[in-house]
């Protein structure tokens, strides 16, 4: 017989062999983050009542959502104005009550924009306003100038640089109609409103206030002269497209400070998305950001594309993929009722489904999914109503109390946390 000695020596053996298997299986874990900007919704008429989540064809999500967990996230904080800026920036675990500085410089740094301390960033749409009476008394008819190129807008950008740029001002080109000012020395005491915001409002309420707010405003009044007779636009008018007849100012900030993902969280990780926004907040994360063909901020995006980077990047070693999809949001802002529900049944097959059929090699994972903020199409805005989750982990998996995934269900579910890096902070637990 053995003897207690040895006997405790192949206990302990033991123990140091479970515990580095646990330890490895532990450092295999896998967490994916598929984010759908602007899915939630309120109840629409020509929907029967229904949001979009509860519309769609949705099997992947519904089946993940019966086997896990739903529940709601507050992603906004009531200081803080429900834009994806902010709403991103807490899903993926920053608070921004600490590390908010504004949109645009997060942009900026997806151009490559090297900012000082004291430049300061502006977003700068390139927007389609109604084309009678003074400028103060225009409408804006489109947020996005019916998605205009980005080879159309880097032509128009160009042309308002050459006219407006100086010692202090530079425009920069971004992707469709999003772009950047960078100001110099510039002052944040502007109050500036997003153009997504007044849609279909006139814009006389809403044109710069504050400090400086006269530079703003001659820019964008002057721009109107050098877009509207530009062959970029005349172009698109005989197309049957709206032109790009003014640049929008907005968005203002310093440029940010965050600590890395990986020094916060302890993971390795990469963001995809098509939009400069999330791409900025994942490089200010120290994030890798992995660029997809064909992937665009719409409807018509590469979502298989994108599920098939965020796997190959695990496979390369990455921990942690958080995966962006900005076509809800902009259905939701040109209230595109059936594209918003058709969005989101191409996120559940050619994302989440691709994701789920390929993770099942790995030993365990888990998956988040959630909207940033809801983008009702009854306002064409965001709101900063709580926003419903599912977290599925396979190893877990079990038969829960939700058969679907939406808004509704989700209230009735079994979380509910009051801000964004709570929800992270127990996702990577």
Request: hydrophobic letters at 40%.
């Amino acid at each position: 017989m053995l003897s207690n000695k040895w006997l405790l020596r192949i206990v302990i053996s033991l123990i140091i062999l479970i515990t580095e298997h646990l330890r490895d299986r532990v450092d295999e874990m896998k967490y994916i983050v598929v984010l759908g900007d602007g899915m939630a919704d309120y109840p629409v008429k020509e929907l029967s009542g229904k949001t979009p989540l509860q519309a769609a064809h949705k099997p992947n999500m519904d089946l993940l959502a019966s086997r896990g967990e739903i529940g709601l996230v507050k992603t906004i904080p009531d200081s803080l104005p429900p834009g994806s800026d902010v709403a991103n920036l807490a899903v993926l675990g920053y608070d921004p009550a600490i590390y908010y500085t504004g949109r645009s410089p997060l942009e900026a740094a997806s151009i490559g924009i090297q900012m000082n301390d004291s430049d300061v960033a502006f977003r700068t749409n390139l927007v389609t306003l109604s084309d009678a009476g003074e400028y103060s008394q225009r409408i804006m008819l489109d947020h996005s100038s019916d998605e205009i190129t980005t080879a159309e807008a880097g032509q128009l950008i160009d042309a308002i640089n050459d006219c407006f740029s100086n010692d202090f001002l530079t425009f920069y080109k971004g992707v469709s109609y999003r772009h950047c000012l960078i100001w110099k020395d510039g002052g944040l005491g502007l109050d500036l409103t997003p153009p997504h915001d007044i849609l279909g409002e006139g814009i006389g309420a809403y044109l710069p206030k504050g400090r400086d707010a006269g530079i703003i405003l001659d820019m964008m009044q002057g721009s109107v002269s050098i877009l509207e007779n530009h062959p970029v636009n005349q172009s698109r008018v005989k197309r049957g497209l709206k032109p790009a007849n003014s640049i929008w100012i907005w968005g203002q900030g310093k440029k940010p400070a965050l600590p890395s993902f990986k020094e916060k969280y302890g993971l390795d990780g990469a963001v995809i998305s098509a939009v400069d926004l999330i791409k900025g907040l994942g490089l200010s994360a120290g994030l890798d950001t992995i660029d997809v063909e064909g992937a665009t901020g719409n409807i018509h995006t590469n979502y298989k594309g994108k599920a098939r980077a965020a796997l190959e990047a695990l496979k390369r070693g990455k921990d942690f993929v958080f995966i962006h999809i900005e076509a809800p949001d902009e259905c939701g802002h040109r209230y595109e009722i059936d594209n918003k529900v058709r969005s989101i049944e191409l996120i559940d097959e050619l994302v989440v489904g691709t994701l789920v059929d390929s993770l099942e090699e790995y030993g365990d994972y888990r998956l988040l999914i959630l909207p940033d903020h809801p983008t009702p199409l009854s306002l064409r805005t965001h709101t900063r109503d709580p926003v419903p989750y599912i977290f599925y982990r396979k190893s877990r998996a079990r038969q829960g109390i939700a058969r679907s995934y939406d808004e509704y269900t989700a209230l009735n579910g079994e979380g509910f946390f009051e801000t964004g890096p709570d929800l992270m902070a127990y996702f990577l637990k």
